[in-house]
Nanobody, 120 residues
């Protein structure tokens, strides 16, 4: 049974920073891309950032220069360092991982989500 467990969300003021973590656990053969998505109230879920196993990154234009995604392959963990947070960054942040297991083959898994709230 694969699980993605997120941590690090919370309430901060505009301009402050937060660091999100997401650890994948279970019988995992390999992990390809990992990433973060977010969903604000009344809006669709959107990509924030992704990172391949080799370290290639993609960012949404709205977070470029403020957010940094990284991963520790040995720990099956992905991080999102969020600096200069804005009220419009308020959302539930979801971790995503494309991984391979013997039982289910290759597919996407999602975390349960962690709330990030930025006050003005």
């Amino acid at each position: 049974q694969v699980q993605l467990v997120e941590s690090g969300g919370g309430l901060v003021q505009a301009g402050e920073s937060l660091r999100l973590s997401c650890a994948a656990s279970g019988t995992i053969f390999s992990i390809n891309a990992m990433g973060w998505y977010r969903q604000a109230p009344g809006k669709q879920r959107e990509l924030v950032a992704t990172i391949t196993r080799g370290g290639t990154t993609i960012y949404a234009d709205s977070v470029k220069g403020r957010f940094t995604i990284s991963r520790d392959n040995a720990k099956n963990t992905v991080y999102l360092q969020m600096n200069s947070l804005k009220p419009e960054d308020t959302a539930v942040y979801y971790c995503n991982a494309n991984l391979l297991t013997i039982a289910t083959g290759r597919r996407d898994y999602w975390g349960q989500g962690t709330q990030v709230t930025v006050s003005s």
